[in-house]
Antibody
Framework: QVQLQESGPGLVKPSQTLSLTCSVS??????????WNWIRQHPGKGLEWIGY???????DYNPSLRSRVTISGDTSKNQFSLKVSSVTAADTAVYYC?????????????WGQGTLVIVSS | DIQMTQSPSSLSASVGDRVTITCQAS??????LNWYQQKPGKAPKLLIY???NLEIGVPSRFSGSGSGTDFTLTISSLQPEDIATYHC?????????FGQGTKVESK
């Protein structure tokens, strides 16, 4: 069973960089057809896909965030990370990491529990 | 981006009721649509993929239908454990986009 766990600061100051890590167990981020995603949910709102990374190092990002977002992987630790630069209050959200299986179908089939990040001075 | 519009935004229903939630895409997404269930304080959980295929372990009272731009999630007989928010998601085009969610509450 694949498990994902987000970690990182719960409070970030405006204009700084938000950094989160997702630790994966039960699957390897360095192989397979899986894509490793970040998704966020603003308080009381819907879900927003941020982007993903494949084990080849290939990434894709939501154009609305592309200029501020970087997703990277650390295969030695079986972790992947999210950085969002120049944050504002609008980046306050619960951030989820998730595994996408992209074969004949594409599903976000495993999720972390989510971590709340508040942007405030 | 493809816009996904769910309706209603919320609904109240009694145990045993039939519940229907709709999701409309701003353009043809064929059948590339998933449904997720999210309980308060929890991560979303995959219910249905490719518009109408039930994920393993999901009760058969859940069903999905539709193609193109119009999709439906139906709960044939609402159970207490179905109280949650339901999200549709398209994966025909990047960026993947979600509906705003439909909150199902107990009447």
């Amino acid at each position: 069973q694949v498990q994902l766990q987000e970690s990182g600061p719960g409070l970030v100051k405006p204009s700084q960089t938000l950094s989160l890590t997702c630790s994966v167990s039960g699957a390897s981020i360095s192989s397979g057809d899986d894509y490793w995603n970040w998704i966020r949910q603003h308080p009381g709102k819907g879900l927003e896909w941020i982007g993903y990374i494949h084990h080849t190092g290939s990434t894709d990002y939501n154009p609305s965030l592309r200029s501020r977002v970087t997703i990277s992987g650390d295969t030695s630790k079986n972790q992947f990370s999210l950085k969002v630069s120049s944050v504002t209050a609008a980046d306050t959200a619960v951030y989820y990491c998730a595994r996408a299986i992209m074969t004949a179908v594409t599903t976000l089939e495993s999720w972390g529990q989510g971590t709340l990040v508040i942007v405030s001075s | 981006d493809i816009q996904m519009t769910q309706s209603p935004s919320s609904l109240s229903a009694s145990v045993g009721d039939r519940v229907t939630i709709t999701c409309q895409a701003s353009q043809d997404i064929r059948y590339y649509l998933n449904w997720y269930q999210q309980k308060p304080g929890k991560a979303p959980k995959l219910l249905i993929y490719d518009a109408s295929n039930l994920e393993i372990g999901v009760p058969s009272r859940f069903s999905g239908s539709g193609s193109g731009t119009d999709f439906t999630l139906t709960i044939s007989s609402l159970q207490p454990e179905d109280i949650a928010t339901y999200h549709c998601q398209q994966y025909d085009n990047l960026p993947w986009t979600f509906g705003q969610g439909t909150k199902v509450e107990s009447k």
